[in-house]
């Protein structure tokens, strides 16, 4: 296993009609790295955002998906998500308040 840094963990935000109205309960989603676990994951929602108090997380592998170009086939990159549930004391996360 690699030696992830906190800054190496969360890839990007999942930006969809779900995850938005997932955040009324205090879950985000996030791409992040396939190797990272899900202590990982919680220390890295932590320390990247101030105020933050991590209840649970949850993840899922996603395979990559079939695609043609003519003759050619290959696959898309293996993704990894991960739900982050946090307390109710905890402070929301600053990215997601405009969208």
């Known amino acids: 296993m690699a030696d992830l840094k906190y800054y190496d963990?969360?890839?990007k935000p999942v930006v969809t009609?779900?995850?938005?109205?997932?955040m009324a309960e205090k879950k985000y989603a996030f791409y992040v790295n396939p190797d990272a676990t899900k202590n990982?994951?919680?220390e890295a929602v932590e320390?990247?955002?101030?105020?933050?108090?991590?209840?649970?997380?949850?993840?899922?592998?996603l395979d990559g998906k079939n695609r043609r170009r003519g003759m050619v086939v290959g696959?898309?990159?293996q993704k990894k998500k991960a739900i982050v549930q946090l307390t109710a004391d905890s402070a929301d996360i600053e990215i997601f308040t405009g969208l």
């Open 9 to 11: 963990v969360i890839l």
């Open 17 to 22: 009609e779900k995850s938005m109205n997932s």
């Open 40 to 42: 990982q994951i919680a």
């Open 47 to 61: 320390k990247m955002f101030a105020g933050t108090k991590v209840a649970k997380v949850n993840t899922m592998n």
């Open 75 to 77: 696959k898309t990159a």
